[in-house]
């Protein structure tokens, strides 16, 4: 299982490494995050500011992709609202299964200079799988080193 943790950590951050241009951000969301009643793990975040997220998390023994088109709800220097929709796709070593679900999203951010600092709330409902838990309501914390311009979206 950890072989297959690692593959998908590497394919994530290969096949992402071509945001890495404009105004995109790579951190972490999950910073002091709090689950409804499910997955609520740290989540390693690339955002494209305004366009679109990705995310790959663990919890425990538990994995999750999450893949988001981002819309901006406001256009600030130095801050900004969005929303989001998409869906996740997972593993739970409780269940010994996969799991998919589909995700909204709303947050706020604001620049210091290249860091992103945001809050989000990630509601998500389970299609397949994670017997018990067809809601999850995640809020999280999130810190993103930005690149490229610092100023707006």
Do not use: C
């Not at 593993?91 to 996969?98: H, I, P, R, V």
């Amino acid at each position: 299982m950890k072989t297959l943790r690692y593959t998908l950590l590497l394919i994530f951050v290969v096949s992402l490494s071509s945001l890495a241009n404009g105004q995109t951000g790579i951190g972490a969301r999950g910073i002091l995050g709090v689950d409804g009643n499910a997955y609520g793990g740290g989540e390693l975040s690339i955002q494209k500011l305004g366009r679109s997220e990705f995310d790959l998390g663990w919890a425990n023994d538990s994995w999750k992709l999450t893949g988001l088109k981002l819309f901006e709800f406001t256009n600030n220097p130095g801050s900004g609202i969005y929303g989001g929709i998409g869906g996740g796709l997972g593993y739970s070593d409780w269940y010994d299964e996969f799991f998919g679900n589909f995700a909204l999203d709303l947050g706020a951010y604001i620049l210091v200079g290249p860091i992103q600092l945001g809050l989000d709330w990630r509601p998500e409902w389970n299609v397949f799988n994670y017997w018990g838990n067809d809601v999850t309501f995640n809020v999280a914390l999130s810190g993103r080193f930005v690149f490229g311009r610092h100023n707006r979206w």
